[in-house]
T-cell receptor, first 116, second 113 residues
């Protein structure tokens, strides 16, 4: 069975600085998707970034980028130029790519605090 | 506006009293799913559905039922709620296929006393 581990329950970053959130996963599959979701105090789940395992290039969305290390089964999220609005819970998630398998596995989350 | 709606948003009930949390999406998505979120445990998938009349168990299906009679609706049923089902519940939907970005509802806070 697949697992997703976020080992940092809480992180802090100074406004305008860069922070990296860690995520490791375990799977025997070769093709899959990885996601980072943001959950602000409003509780709404917002997709931040997505990575397909078959793509070697790391995904980037504006100030958000990932470091995807497939062999190491690592999928970290880097937030550059941190803003107060980035303060939230961040969840790493895994989804199998195999046809007919649409289970999602989420990590336990990392709470990010942004200090002014 | 494309959205996933859930009702009710907040619910306090007593042990054993059957309840239903509704979920509806207006994006013609094939895939719908229910999650529960608990502190320190993240989100855990309860059930999911890839099409009408097709449902499958997630990681924590015990004590829950679902049905998918229409493409847009995916209600979550608790036949006999217990206090350990006190949680924050999310419904989500997506297209099938590679992109598969999930759109989440606003959440339902359930308390079972």
């Amino acid at each position: 069975a697949q697992t997703v581990t976020q080992s940092q329950p809480e992180m802090s970053v100074q406004e305008a600085e860069t922070v990296t959130l860690s995520c490791t996963y375990d799977t025997s599959e070769s093709d899959y998707y990885l996601f980072w979701y943001k959950q602000p105090p409003s509780r709404q789940m917002i997709l931040v970034i997505r990575q397909e395992a078959y793509k070697q290039q790391n995904a980037t969305e504006n100030r958000f980028s990932v470091n995807f290390q497939k062999a190491a089964k690592s999928f970290s999220l880097k937030i550059s130029d941190s803003q107060l609005g980035d303060a939230a819970m961040y969840f790493c998630a895994y989804r199998s790519w195999a046809s007919g398998t649409y289970k999602y596995i989420f990590g336990t989350g990392t709470r990010l605090k942004v200090l002014a | 506006e494309a959205q996933v709606t859930q009702n009710p948003r907040y619910l306090i009930t007593v042990t054993g009293k059957k309840l239903t949390v509704t979920c509806s999406q207006n994006m013609n998505h094939e895939y719908m799913s229910w999650y529960r979120q608990d502190p320190g445990l993240g989100l855990r998938q309860i059930y999911y559905s890839m099409n009408v009349e097709v449902t499958d168990k997630g990681d924590v299906p015990e004590g829950y039922k679902v049905s998918r009679k229409e493409k847009r609706n995916f209600p979550l049923i608790l036949e006999s709620p217990s206090p350990n089902q006190t949680s924050l519940y999310f419904c989500a939907s997506s297209l099938l296929g590679d992109q598969g970005e999930q759109y989440f509802g606003p959440g339902t806070r359930l308390t079972v006393t």
